[in-house]
């Protein structure tokens, strides 16, 4: 298949809107035909169309709800600074888990007990849910153009997506290190009560 281009995508959710609104007017003209005592049959539908769409009615208009979203959605992740709000926002409609929606950061640190103060700081800024603090991990990498060799504590950190800029913000700020070495990786998938924890763990007081 070909890699279909911005304008045409563009293109190809117009049309899925357009198809949505019009199952959604063949769904107003039932509720006004029978409102007026009508038969509620709109043009071109057959009777037996009509009486399984009046059947399903409800399910027909969350369908179509969640598709709206979910085109909506795609439009705001061409947006970075929507794209979180998007996520979330399928995320509470849907009540499923959404891929992204919370990440890992990880962080190093030179000893372990400035490794236990920045651990302490973010979850008690409510910038994280938990950190793990893993000992002693050998480090090569350049600096100033020399290779240099040194032993490190890393931090594995679990917070949401939506926090993740002010998370590193923070851990730059109180870090004794020129350039910390900052990075995050969104969860793709994750048990349903653990995500949850997470969530409750973050909420301000």
Not at 146 to 175: D, N
Not at 176 to 203: A, C, N, R
Request: charged residues 25%.
């Amino acid at each position: 298949m070909g890699v279909l281009l911005p304008g045409q995508r563009r293109f190809k959710r117009r049309r899925r809107v357009m198809a949505l609104e019009d199952e959604m007017k063949i769904l107003d003209n039932l509720e006004e035909g029978v409102s007026k005592g009508g038969v509620g049959r709109p043009l071109g539908v057959s009777q037996a169309t009509t009486r399984i769409l009046k059947q399903n009615e409800k399910a027909i208009r969350a369908s179509i709800f969640r598709h709206l979203l979910q085109i909506l959605t795609a439009s705001f992740l061409t947006y970075p600074m929507l794209k979180t709000l998007s996520l979330q926002l399928l995320s509470l409609v849907t009540g499923s888990y959404v891929s992204g929606t919370y990440s890992i950061v990880f962080v190093n640190c030179p000893n372990e007990q400035i490794a236990r103060d920045i651990a302490r700081a973010i979850l008690d800024k409510k910038l994280a849910a938990s950190v793990n603090i893993l000992p002693k991990a050998s480090s090569l990498y350049f600096w100033n153009g020399e290779i240099e060799e040194a032993t490190e504590i890393l931090l594995i950190i679990k917070t949401k997506t939506s926090k993740v800029r002010l998370l590193s913000s923070y851990i730059r700020l109180v870090h004794p290190f020129e350039i910390p070495e900052i990075f995050s990786l969104p969860m793709d998938q994750g048990d349903v009560h653990y995500l949850k924890w997470l969530e409750e763990g973050m909420e301000e007081e």
